[in-house]
């Protein structure tokens, strides 16, 4: 099973506290992916500033 969470920045430390208090693996895998590495289109939907 694969769990796909979009948190902010202030809240991904208790996200993975929780996910490791609930999974019943002793070492859970939870990556972490660039907020900035995005398709271009987007990041314009969601409100990036645009580079000139």
Do not use: N, Q, S
């Amino acid at each position: 099973m694969i769990l796909l969470a979009k948190t902010t920045e202030g809240a991904y430390g208790d996200l993975v506290e929780r996910v490791g208090e609930a999974h019943p693996y002793d070492v859970p895998c939870v990556e972490r992916f660039e907020e900035a590495d995005v398709l271009p289109a987007f990041g314009e939907w969601r409100g990036d500033p645009v580079d000139e």
